[in-house]
């Protein structure tokens, strides 16, 4: 496909973002692009607001596996791009768009050009929650098709345009959602005594999680416990009844989940006893880490770096989570950064990705893929 095709997709998509399992209009956009390809050895089924599309091979012996996500951000854009998100409170701001052009891109070539295995595109919904990758690898769409190998990238505003960094093993970290309600008693702001104030009590609350990751995590393993959310009150003047903190959990090892979760629990109770209110506590989506295969990792690592104008940067672990770590749980293959240069970082207003990326992204994954299948 041409580069300014692929640019023109990544704007049209960049302009739609929609939240987990809404993505109607992005797939509807996808299928559309699709439709414009070679048909002859294409097959597409929709899973949700997602999509399944099987491309046969001439002579297939394995099916390779490549899944793009496909879901925004409730984050209000702030790029000033002349293809800024015409929705409203919703960005591509980690990527997403990014994703999907390159999928589409590389699904192109193959589509026009038969490979000799098959290949399976997924457009998976809802990777920023509640998570897509786990009821879409237990659907029977999937399972019909259930690939050998399994890759995916993700944008990284760190690296230059050209550069590839991944590792063998652990990559990304167990996550977990965290949502926390207080409920105490609402009153007037100049009668403190008569109510039992919420905003005080998620003060502390938030105040006390800082010690988990500092005195309860071993030192030699990582955890991240950040609220990024917390919502209270209704007027300057009324003491609040409710709060609620939204937030995640990270860790790196399973162990240190467990610890964590139980260590905000504990914190939870001594503020339900401490301020007299009630509290309750729902981890929404958890991610299990993600852990490429060595060998896949080693050979895509080993094809990249004897690449022409590739940089292939044997990365450290990162506290991200991803739920292409499911897929990875069951099928082997990798995940790995890919640079896109940008001065702001995932999930910013500004998050401003460099295209030159997608084009460069897209030979790549075609090169590969034509490389695995002749051995
Ligand atoms: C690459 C990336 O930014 N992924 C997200 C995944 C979100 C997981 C889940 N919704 C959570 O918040 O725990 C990330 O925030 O790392």
């Not at 490549?66 to 002349?82: S, V």
């Not at 005080?200 to 030699?220: E, K, M």
């Not at 940008?342 to 090169?367: N, R």
Request: charged share 25%; hydrophobic share 40%; glycine share 8%.
């Amino acid at each position: 496909m041409q580069t300014d095709r692929l640019i023109e997709i990544r704007r049209d998509l960049h302009r739609i973002p929609e939240p987990g399992f809404q993505e109607v209009k992005t797939q509807q956009y996808i299928k559309k692009t699709i439709e414009e390809f070679p048909q002859d050895n294409i097959e597409i089924k929709p899973w949700r607001t997602g999509l399944l599309v099987r491309v046969t091979g001439s002579a297939p012996e394995k099916t390779y596996g490549y899944r793009a996500d496909i879901d925004g951000l409730p984050i209000p854009e702030e790029t000033g791009a002349a293809y800024q998100s015409s929705h409203k409170g919703f960005m591509h701001a980690c990527g997403h768009d990014f994703h999907m052009t390159i999928a589409l891109g590389v699904l192109a070539h193959f589509a026009a050009k038969q490979p000799k295995d098959n290949l399976l595109f997924i457009f998976q919904p809802a990777e920023e929650g509640p998570g897509g990758a786990q009821p879409l690898l237990e659907s029977e769409e999937f399972r019909a098709w259930k690939p050998d190998e399994m890759m995916a990238l993700h944008i990284a505003p760190e690296y230059p345009v050209g550069t590839v960094a991944t590792k063998p093993g652990l990559l990304f970290a167990n996550t977990s959602e965290l949502f926390i309600d207080l409920k105490g008693k609402g009153g007037h702001a100049a009668l403190p005594h008569l109510a039992n104030d919420m905003v005080v009590a998620c003060s502390q609350l938030v105040t006390q999680f800082q010690t988990i990751v500092a005195r309860n995590v071993a030192p030699l393993d990582s955890a991240v416990v950040t609220v990024g959310k917390i919502s209270s009150g209704t007027k300057q003047n009324i003491i609040a009844e409710h709060a609620r903190l939204e937030g995640t959990i990270r860790t790196l090892s399973i162990e240190s989940m467990d610890v964590v979760k139980k260590r905000i629990e504990s914190l939870v109770s001594g503020i339900e006893t401490g301020f007299d209110c009630a509290a309750s506590i729902n981890y929404g989506a958890n991610y299990c880490q993600v852990y490429n295969n060595h060998a896949s990792a080693e050979r895509f690592m080993a094809f990249t770096r004897k690449r022409e104008n590739s940089v292939l940067v044997e990365c450290e672990k990162a506290m991200t989570g991803e739920d292409f770590g499911y897929f990875l749980e069951e099928i082997p293959g990798l995940m790995f950064w890919l640079g896109v240069n940008s001065p702001s970082g995932l999930h910013s207003s500004t998050l401003d990705a460099k295209e030159e990326a997608i084009p460069f992204a897209v030979q790549l994954l075609i090169d590969y893929l034509e490389d695995v299948q002749k051995k």
